[in-house]
C-alpha cells in the first residue's frame, strides 16, 4: 500500500508541496516520530470521537494525550466518545485500521486541532498506512482543512 490516492490526488489538485516518506512498520504516532526521525510536537496523531450524531476528528501531537473532561467544556456537544474500530473502518476505507491522515474535509467529520500543534511550522501524518507518512506546512493543512483550534491534550509523565 502507498499513500491513499484521494489524499494525493486532493494534495497536488490544491497545488500543496508535500514530501512523501516510507519507514518500517509503527503502529503508533510516537513510533513514526521515532521511525521518521521527526520531533514528536510535529507529528499529528488523529483521534476520531463519536459527538452525538456525528463523528469529529482531533488532531494533536504525538506525545500528548487526549483530555476527553477538557474536550466536553471546548466543544458543543452533550455526547462524546471514542469511535470504534467499526467506525473508522467504515469512515477511512481507504485507510488502513489507524493511519487515517487529519484532513477530515476528505471524509466528512469536522476538525480540531489542539493549540500546540497549530504553532508547528510543519507536521507529519499517516498517510493511509502504518508505512507512510506526509511532511508538510501547517499553514497548508489549515488552508486545506480549515480545523478548529482548541485545548484538547495534555502532556503524559513518565515514572
Not at 473508522?88 to 489542539?114: I, K, T
Amino acid at each position: 500500500m502507498s499513500v491513499a490516492k484521494r489524499l494525493k490526488e486532493y494534495l497536488e489538485q490544491n497545488h500543496v508541496p508535500y514530501s512523501h516518506c516510507t519507514h518500517r512498520m509503527a503502529y503508533t504516532a510516537q513510533e513514526v516520530a521515532a521511525t521518521q526521525h521527526v520531533p514528536g510536537q510535529n507529528m499529528a496523531k488523529t483521534v476520531v470521537l463519536k459527538a452525538d450524531d456525528q463523528y469529529v476528528m482531533v488532531v494533536l501531537p504525538a506525545p500528548l494525550k487526549l483530555d476527553l473532561e477538557m474536550l466536553r467544556r471546548e466543544l458543543p456537544f452533550g455526547r462524546l466518545e471514542l469511535a470504534s474500530e467499526k467506525d473508522l473502518a467504515w469512515l477511512f476505507m481507504d485507510s488502513e485500521l489507524g493511519a487515517m491522515p487529519p484532513l477530515g474535509n476528505l471524509y466528512n467529520p469536522p476538525v480540531f486541532v489542539d493549540q500546540s500543534l497549530a504553532v508547528r511550522e510543519e507536521i507529519v501524518f499517516n498517510a493511509g498506512t502504518h508505512m507512510d507518512t506526509i511532511q508538510m506546512r501547517y499553514d497548508d493543512f489549515e488552508r486545506l482543512v480549515h480545523p478548529k483550534v482548541i485545548h484538547a491534550a495534555f502532556a503524559t509523565t513518565c515514572g
